[in-house]
């Protein structure tokens, strides 16, 4: 009786030895994988320089002022054209010929509210004709270890001798003082672009957020998760008329402007996030004079 129960015990003993094994190989498994998501999620993401908000306390006389593009960043890694997110882009071998070993931060370009064209071309796969269409307009030479406009005159100087007809550099022009600054701001919103872009003389290239990089723009910006779609009336009859959003605080409200007839016949889906211009705020929080700019696409 008791070579049973000894023989028992032991039996549960190898039992709960067996599962706990199972657990800690489970849980390291699952640890192991994680990490590598997360890796293989980060490891190609470039380390870019990222603009602030100018305001009028800084003081940006002399330096660098250039048209803030509506386009999709991309960064040249010296092998390819990557997103912000380190995603590749679908770029033929010929839109990238000539391209140098070194990394490029530029931007892919259209023309100015052509965002969502630009964005069905680069999202599809077979759309080689049509990168015909896009520039890469370039605005920095990140790994040259020199100021802002050595590494500029260096990428310049590298496609004057390697040309290649899709690439183009933004165009650059000292600010003289605030009200050159707000002339041209005005220039640029009256031909339909999104604002400005201050760089201070001199600056090296900075990873992240820098004060020596500064986007101007006369509305404030943020982005929203679409929770609606309403029909419209009128003109916009059988197709969206606005949609209602809900911001980071859980406020909601409407957009009713700002989108072409292409996307009230395609709207952004419900819980995508969208980017919408506005101008200040009410009192409850809600932003003024709300109007849609452009869905936010994850490379």
Known sequence: MLKLYLTSQTNICIKKINNIKLCIFTFSFFLCFTQHLVATST?????????????????????????????????????????????????????????????????????????SELISIIKTKNAEKNWNKIRYVIFDAPQVNESFEKRLAFAKNWFKHHPNPHVQFIQQEICLDQTHLRKKLKEIELKGGEGLILRKPGSPYITGRSYDLLKVKSFNDDEATVIQHFKGKGRNANRMGSMLVEIKNGIRFKIGTGFTDNERKNPPPVGSIITFKYYGLTKSGVPKFASFLRIREQF
Do not use: C
Request: aromatic fraction near 16%; proline fraction near 5%; charged fraction near 20%.
């Open 43 to 115: 490891k190609n993401k470039p380390h870019l320089m990222l603009a602030h908000t100018w305001n009028e306390k800084i003081d940006t006389k002399n330096w660098w002022m250039s048209e803030k593009l509506d386009g999709v960043r991309g960064y040249w890694t010296g092998k390819q054209l990557i997103s912000r997110a380190g995603n590749a882009f679908h770029a033929p071998k010929w839109f990238i010929h000539n391209f140098p070993s070194v990394p490029l931060d530029g931007e892919l370009w259209i023309g100015r509210n052509q965002f």
